[in-house]
T-cell receptor
Framework: AQKITQTQPGMFVQEKEAVTLDCTYD???????LFWYKQPSSGEMIFLIY??????QNATEGRYSLNFQKARKSANLVISASQLGDSAMYFC?????????FGTGTSLTVIP | DTGVSQDPRHKITKRGQNVTFRCDPI?????LYWYRQTLGQGPEFLTY????????KSRLLSDRFSAERPKGSFSTLEIQRTEQGDSAMYLC????????????FGSGTQLSVL
């Protein structure tokens, strides 16, 4: 079974609007971490946001927030007030023990 | 904090040649990971080091691949007798062990095998 599932290969959003990128995960561990990374066309993976499995509050980092629903095993990324520079690939990832697992990514295009 | 550095950024080689990539992690990070990423896919785990010890290797890492991290500092990934299927982006990441461990990536080395 896939550890991380991202079901949206591509998404479009109007500039200044909010967008939600979906991520579900599969683990039987109680302790794990969830991450989102952004990969622009330049190729570098940029860390955006982190949610620990024991964190009771949803993580927020500026315009990024992580909608963590533990019972549903989902960790959706919400980007508010989209900007043209947000156009990139977005990867959801999970740390389980000493391993990091990545999804297949969602390509986000911000339309002016 | 100068970030994770990878060299070279791009490598073009002919099938059958050997190639070596270098990764310099963030200085205070004790873990170093290598990933491979092909077009349209997420990063796939290859191997990781804690300090100088190589603790885990993926089944993806055939015997043509070898990685080292002498003295727990920089790391090298060597591919011998390259094949066209080795063409990919090779990403290095480093981290510091702890409850909220997260990966910091380099810019990657894009390998093209002709």
């Amino acid at each position: 079974a896939q550890k991380i599932t991202q079901t949206q290969p591509g998404m479009f959003v109007q500039e200044k609007e909010a967008v939600t990128l979906d991520c579900t995960y599969d683990t039987s561990d109680q302790s794990y971490g969830l991450f989102w990374y952004k990969q622009p066309s330049s190729g570098e993976m940029i860390f955006l946001i982190y949610q620990g499995s024991y964190d009771e509050q949803n993580a927020t980092e500026g315009r990024y927030s992580l909608n963590f629903q533990k019972a549903r095993k989902s960790a959706n990324l919400v980007i508010s007030a989209s900007q043209l520079g947000d156009s990139a690939m977005y990867f959801c990832a999970m740390r389980e023990l000493n391993q990091f697992y990545f999804g297949t990514g969602t390509s986000l295009t911000v339309i002016p | 904090d100068t970030g994770v550095s990878q060299d070279p950024r791009h490598k073009i080689t002919k099938r059958g040649q050997n190639v070596t990539f270098r990764c310099d992690p963030i200085s205070e990070h004790n873990r170093l990971y290598w990933y491979r990423q092909t077009l349209g896919q997420g990063p796939e785990f290859l191997t990781y080091f804690q300090n100088e010890a190589q603790l885990e290797k993926s089944r993806l890492l055939s015997d043509r691949f070898s990685a080292e991290r002498p003295k727990g500092s920089f790391s090298t990934l060597e591919i011998q007798r390259t094949e066209q299927g080795d063409s990919a982006m090779y990403l290095c990441a480093s981290s510091r062990t702890g409850g909220r461990e997260k990966l910091f990536f380099g810019s990657g080395t894009q390998l093209s095998v002709l």
